[in-house]
Nanobody
Framework: QVQLVETGGGLVQPGGSLRRSCAAS????????MAWYRQAPGKERELVAS???????HYADPVKGRFTISRDNAKSTVDLQMHSLKPEDTAVYYC????????????????WGQGTQVTVSS
């Protein structure tokens, strides 16, 4: 059984900062990519930022220069530091991991965290 447990999030004023953390646990052999997604009301879930096993980072255009994704392979965690938050950043944020489960048999799968609301409002 694999779990992705998220912490952080909440309510913040425009221009403020928040930090999201996600920890993976369970029968994991290897974690490939880790990422953060978000879903605003009435919109599809979208990729916010991702980090590959080799440390290659990717950011969605709306968050470039404001958000930073970081990963600790030893702890199987991924964080999302968010600065200069805007009302349009309001959404439920989800952690995602592409990983290989311990076997036998070993298999690759994707897992999601429980999602946490981030609200940017004055």
């Amino acid at each position: 059984q694999v779990q992705l447990v998220e912490t952080g999030g909440g309510l913040v004023q425009p221009g403020g900062s928040l930090r999201r953390s996600c920890a993976a646990s369970g029968s994991i052999f290897r974690i490939n990519s880790m990422a953060w997604y978000r879903q605003a009301p009435g919109k599809e879930r979208e990729l916010v930022a991702s980090t590959s096993a080799g440390g290659v980072l990717h950011y969605a255009d709306p968050v470039k220069g404001r958000f930073t994704i970081s990963r600790d392979n030893a702890k199987s965690t991924v964080d999302l530091q968010m600065h200069s938050l805007k009302p349009e950043d309001t959404a439920v944020y989800y952690c995602n991991a592409d990983l290989v489960l311990s076997g036998p048999p070993m298999r690759r799968d994707r897992y999601w965290g429980q999602g946490t609301q981030v609200t940017v409002s004055s």
